[in-house]
């Protein structure tokens, strides 16, 4: 199946116009011509000259004067000129004999007109009659009357503007209704503007199949509207039963050509008014049905306004007098600007009023492909005019070419015709740059740009629609993306501004596209919910340490013992923000930071410290964050209680591991362990406080009476519960499995005395 | 506990002292350790980064050049109108006779490792005991400046990475001796100075040089860097 691509249809009716435009120019500048302008003058002076070309044949002809035969002095005898002949439109006489006479008049007067010299009788002023010969020439572009300019430019204007809305909907019906009563205008128009604009006369079998071209779009035109309004707005009758529409007007335009009508105003006035009734009918209908729709009347009030006003006016002025046998009121050639009414009130109601779905973007097509054509035109102007360009002169015209015309056409070319596009090695940094925005709006707002950037699309809307993957459709018109980049699904159509289709190419890097954003997001999740858990972990701790800590400071009545909870809570605040839980300090990093701390205090009080370097502690094994809060929070407690209670000059320690548990030995010697610091009395709120903490850990704590001083061993797992270590990417109920496992598992500390 | 002896130097006629620090409780605090001690030590403070750079306009002028008791300045980093590192830069670039220390009360190591590429000759926890604080003061006075675990680590990160001729040869400031580097991964192990110059067999006033020198060549080697890369950027 072939689509028809919106530019292709708006460039073809383009083309068309064009050929239609250079046809009817043709025709009409290939008739023989005087150069006389003539008009009715009424019964009794029937044909005045009312002017004369001033380098036409008859430049020298003596005015005024009337124009009171033609013939030729070799043949037939001079044709008497009548007021009839030089009648605007035929359609005006009452009966089809009148018609046929004035046809036959026209073929023996184009007939003369076309013999290379024809002999004229004009009467001047004062009543002398005079015969003049003339050669009769080609005519000049110039002396086209406005009338036939108005009529050209509303039937090339209809149409494009009919085509360029079929191009936005080509499967609508409504649409393609709307664009054949503007084709019907122009062939209606194009044919009438021949005719209309004769200087005398033309051949009278060109004059009726003119005519009926004229009738054939007159009535078409009105078949069109009739059956648009049958069904837009609002569909009021199956498209099927829009056939009855043509039923009844294509028989009765027959008989009009045919000339089988009772009389010609029945046979073509009168359906062109009925016509007109039935359209005014129709919008009245339309505007009852939906009263309920705002958006559906105000593009009705738009449309069927245009419609009434333009046909109408048309109509009423040219067509409707001659029912009731009275002269039209303005010659049809300028009437038929009033059609151009129509389809510009529609270019204008497009945008504002939605008219049949369309929005700003339908503009943007037509501006688009104007551009491609015009730049083309330019192209075309320029060989021909460097052709006739002087030897001398062609130098600069190459250089000014070169230099001012082709780089400008290449700016114009990549602004608005060239296809822009990303660079493969872009898209991944694009990508990113949508998912780190900070807000979901910026985020989406990023995305569409990407998307834009990418496809340049004329149409890019939200659907409800479920959308699972990327699929194109409407043979490549349109393609769908599922949600993403905190946007719902999308629609993109008309790719490139309407210049192509979406290929499979396009649906595998749309594919690739939503796949790389889904991924980034997936991380982003993932790390979202990474640094609520550290939050939680963080305000937890907080909480726990050093909010405990400060309510026991806050009941000391010594100064000293004060200062010293408030060192450590600023202490324990330094543990929590130095470690993240989803980050594994290496073992070797915290054995040195304690060792480090242990010296300087130790050294402060007094103590002398033994712990040797061990090549083990250098160890890149990773630790849990709750293994080495809790191991570290546990030694620092130890080391506190020496330096107040022990009274030791000396303090050792050793640090070992296997792999799986660590364990550490304080010993010092000192007084040795109080067994009131066992049994958890009021000044053992410390220790009380380390075997929680190990307990937490799922360690144990041994403390052994020495011969001189205390032993103490702390042993925890490296990884509090290994089995239950927390998967950044799944989601979890809990914020810290591991460590809330381990509280679970509610190991007793064992606590021997020896 | 015992407490720790209380060294006071002797009576030093005209030195100064300068205490950038915004919360007024710990500025008096922080003024009257210094106090403490150097006896006769006149001490002003200030709250903000604007005062610290204007008392340093009109006062620093007066520090003594190639002096033992050259002027010390403490510097919070938080202040309320920017950071402490300019004041400690503007220290290093104009007013060698002030020795800039870092007062801070979490130690971490981005930080502290910025001020001292800055020009911190030293950095003090506020949160010790004054007792300590007085001692940390001495020794870094002393020409010993601290140089906890992880700094140490990241010393020895940041000299492994740097290109050497990324640094012009000022003194080798790019690149680090085997026995720095030796020093650099005791201290990054845990080891106080003391118990680095055991293990090395040198006498504790040596490893302090060895430290002072490190802290010496990153000063010089972030100078470098910024210049280089400001060039490579085209602002110079």
Known sequence: MIVLLPSRIVQGATLLCLAAVSLTLWIALSQPWLGIALKSGGETQPVAIISTHPSGPARALPLPARLVAVGNSGAAGPVEIEADDVIEEPDMFETYEQTGRFMQRQTTLAALLRQPKVALTVATESGQTQSVDLAPARRPLADLPLAFWIQLFTGAGALLIGAYVLAMRPADIATRLFALSGAMITVSAFAAAIYSSRELAIDGELFRVLSAFNHIGALGFGMAMIALFLIYPRRLVSPRLLWIVPAVFVPWLAADILRLAPSQPVGSQLPTLIEMLLIVVMVGVQWLVNGNDPRARAALNWLGLSVIVGAGAFVSLTIAPVLVQMEPVIDQGHAFGFFLLIYAGLALGVGRYRLFDLSEWAFRITFYTGATLLLFAIDAALIVFLQFQPASALGIALLLVGFGYLPLRSLLWNRFVARRGLPEHELFRAIIDVSLAVTAAERSERWRQLLQRLFDPLVMEETQEAVAAVEVREEGLEVRLPPAAATPALVLRYPWRGRRLFGSAHQDLARELVRLMLYTEESRTAYERGSIEERQRIARDLHDDVGARLLSGLYKTDLGETHRVLRDAITDIRTIVSGLSTDQPPLGRMIAALRHETGERLAAAGVELDWPLDPQDDSPLPLDYPAYRCFSAAHREIVSNIIRHAGARRVSIRVHHDGERLTTTIADDGIGIDAAHLEGSPTGNGLRGLLRRVRDANGHVAIRRLPAGTAVEITIPLRAATAAAPQASAPDPHPHPAFEGCVEAGATPRVRTT | ?236
């Open chain 2, 1 to 236: 506990m015992s407490a720790p002896p209380k060294p006071t130097k002797g009576p030093t006629a005209g030195r100064r002292a300068l205490v950038i620090e915004d919360q007024n409780d710990t500025r008096a605090w922080l003024i009257q350790t210094l106090v403490t001690a150097f006896d006769g030590i006149a001490v002003a403070g200030v709250a903000s980064r604007a005062a610290a750079l204007a008392w340093l306009r009109t006062e620093g002028g007066g520090a003594p050049a190639d002096s033992a008791a050259k002027w010390i300045a403490l510097i919070d980093l938080g202040l309320p109108d920017g950071s402490g590192l300019d004041i400690i830069r503007e220290i290093d670039r104009r007013h060698g006779g002030i020795v800039p220390i870092v007062t801070t009360i979490y130690d971490d190591d981005q930080h502290l490792f910025d001020a001292i590429a800055a020009g911190a000759q030293g950095y003090l926890l506020k949160d010790q005991h004054p007792d300590m604080l007085v001692q940390y003061l001495h020794r870094i006075d002393g020409g010993e400046p601290p140089l906890s675990p992880s700094i140490a680590q990241r010393m020895l990160k940041h000299f492994a990475r740097l290109k050497p001729q990324a640094v012009p040869d000022e003194a080798g400031a790019g690149t680090l001796t085997a026995r720095e580097i030796d020093v650099l991964r005791l201290l990054g192990r845990g080891l106080r100075v003391a118990e680095a110059a055991r293990v090395l067999g040198l006498t504790p006033h040596t490893i302090a040089g060895y430290v002072k020198n490190i802290y010496r060549k990153l000063n010089i080697s972030s100078r470098a860097e910024a210049a280089i890369e400001a060039s490579r950027r085209g602002l110079t």
